[in-house]
């Protein structure tokens, strides 16, 4: 039994993670916000629920305390906030946690990036030696200083931390992304950006756990190396929708709107949030972030995660979507979620 710590645990990823590590007897330590609802994680058997937060770099000494493994999930997420924010938590957070580690004799780290590093308006099938492209939003600027930090800490520290890229995650439990676009088509208000046809990265969230798991479990080579999780297969944004559709028995999405229109109204949006002093409040309605990450074209390989890791998605757009739907259905029936 490996006794580890699973940061962000009250999260959508993370508590996938804690679900699959208690499945496979490890012993987890799950840290959440003392903001968080962590009664799901209170429900499980040799789970340990800490109270932590990436910017309180004494909650991370506590945590990191005789564990032998880390999986780093927590970080500030969106597009839209202030750059102190994001940093706080992206960088210099990540750096205190893998420091504390580090000190308290951890084995592993295993950290949580995005494929949002790599940038958007990508051409041809990319692979983890695209060079990193900052998009124009805090999240993808600090996950990529979070990076850099990264390499420097295995370079002249010998920090064993192993990071991993996931895509467009979706799946049960996802009240921010999946469950809104579920949502969105149930209503029939769906429409496609652009074409429809364009390739969307997208991958469950039970194959981004098996991949982090597999990231910790893996040798000495993976250190410093970075491996991005997506699907195994093609989807396009049209095929992710109305399988949606087909899932909860409505009618396929048709109606189409010009990708450039909505680009340039979100970039508008954001103008006047700025203008407007908001970048503490919710982010505007329609964002440039948002627009592409489902209606630009983006394929990623996942060769490197596949041969070195063992990494093998287990979950197709088909099977993946419909234990989605089928908790939305049931979260709505019982009141957890509200459309």
Known sequence: MTKVLVTGAAGFLGGHLVDMLVERGDEVRAMVRPVEDASHLRSLSNVEVVHGDLTDAASLKRAVKDVERVYNVAAKTGPWGTEAAYNAANVWGVADLIQSAMDAGVKRIVHTSSITVYGHHLHGIVTEDHPFHAEDNPYSRTKIAGEKLIVDLVKYQAAPVVIVRPAWIYGPRDNA???????LV???????????????????????????????????????????LADDRRV???????????FLGVEHISRKLPYVALYSAGRTAELIWQALGRRNAAA??????GITLLGGNQEFSIDRARQELGYAPEYDIIRGVSEGVQ?????????WIVS
């Not at 049209?238 to 949606?244: F, M």
């Not at 505007?284 to 972030?289: A, M, Q, S």
């Open 177 to 183: 992304s999946f469950g809104r676009f579920v949502s």
């Open 236 to 246: 396009t944004q049209e095929e992710y929708l109305n399988t949606i559709a087909d």
């Open 327 to 335: 908790w939305y259905i049931d979260a709505n029936v019982h009141g």
């Open 284 to 289: 505007p309605p329609v964002t440039t972030y």
């Open 186 to 228: 149930e209503s029939g208000k769906g429409f496609f950006i652009g074409s429809g046809r364009n390739i969307v990265p997208t991958v469950y969230v039970r194959d981004v756990a098996q991949g982090l798991i597999k990231a910790g479990d893996a040798g000495d080579f993976a250190v410093g190396r970075a491996y991005t």
